[in-house]
């Protein structure tokens, strides 16, 4: 996804990923000084597009931090929102909540097949995290993984139905279901980040069981 941003708006991708971050980590990432970074924040501050706070840490001066603004968070957009958001409300209204909710399970189930495809010819719990993030991230949603003590984090830094979902929430609920029956009965899923919740990502904990 990082290709529909130019070459001088690499910092927004660093900031979607990562989270706020200070100038410092923002150069390191970008390969490039200190300066050069401050160039580049200042400019996409001057679009509206990142801010900076200054957080105080212990009794030296307070730290810059940069992040992206509602507008920035917009450079990376969801797919075909305002038709997807009208089919909901039209289904709704036209056809009452059933009737939403059979396209939801329909839906569910289409995405089931894809990532069970994706996932089925691997036979460890790490394996089958790693296809099924390679397979979000191909579908618009920044998908990383890693190693969380005894478990791992399944991270989603972009929601490319965010506007859907939060018009209709039970998306979300489908979604969870669905990462459970992929990864299967040895392991538990859990949300514990959620964009529509406030959270600037969406992440879930799966854990062995036992």
Known sequence: MNNILQENERALWILKTRGPQPLSVVAEALNITVEGARFQLLKLSSEGLVEATNVAKGRGRPQQIWALTQKGNGRFPDSHAELTVRLIRTIRETLGDDALQAVIESSKKVGLDKYLQATGQETTLEGKINK????????????????????????????????????CQNFCSA????????????????????????????????????
């Open 175 to 210: 979604e969870l279901e669905t990462f459970r029956k992929v990864i299967g009965e040895g392991a538990e899923v859990h949300r514990v980040d959620h964009l529509l919740a406030g959270a600037r990502r969406c992440a879930y904990r799966i854990c062995p069981k036992g």
């Open 132 to 167: 099924l993030a390679e397979t979000r991230d191909a579908e618009g949603y920044m998908a990383t993984w890693e190693k969380d003590g005894e478990g791992y984090m399944l991270i989603e830094n972009h929601c490319p139905i965010c506007v859907a979902a939060e018009v």
